[in-house]
Nanobody, 117 residues
Framework: QVRVVESGGGSVQPGGSLRLSCEAS??????????MGWYRQAPGQRRELVAT???????DYADSVKDRFTISRNSAKNLMYLQMNSLKPEDTAVYFC?????????WGQGTQVTISS
């Protein structure tokens, strides 16, 4: 199986920055997986895409975070990051990382990000 773990969340004031980290690891028969992207879910809301890599490796962003967030990864080490700058209260959510292989998508437990003055 594939285990996905997010970290780096916390509480920050509007305009501040956070850097989220994601690490995926395999056990058993899992192989060939890739860290793919970040999602978030606010209270009472559906989970939404924040940033992801296309199959060509090009990053893509939700309009709400474009020019403020930057996604990066080291696929060989199964590591992925989300640099979040100029944070706004509406960015408050639980942030999730995903990894994929030929069988499907794997999710982490999420890390809480709270933006408040």
């Amino acid at each position: 199986q594939v285990r996905v773990v997010e970290s780096g969340g916390g509480s920050v004031q509007p305009g501040g920055s956070l850097r989220l980290s994601c690490e995926a690891s395999a056990s058993g028969t899992a192989f060939g997986f890739t860290v793919m992207g970040w999602y978030r879910q606010a209270p009472g809301q559906r989970r939404e895409l924040v940033a992801t890599f296309t199959n060509s490796g090009r990053p893509d962003y939700a309009d709400s975070v474009k020019d403020r967030f930057t996604i990066s990864r080291n696929s060989a080490k199964n590591l992925m990051y989300l640099q979040m700058n100029s944070l706004k209260p509406e960015d408050t959510a639980v942030y999730f990382c995903t990894a994929e292989d030929y069988r499907g998508t794997y999710w982490g437990q999420g890390t809480q990000v709270t933006i408040s003055s």
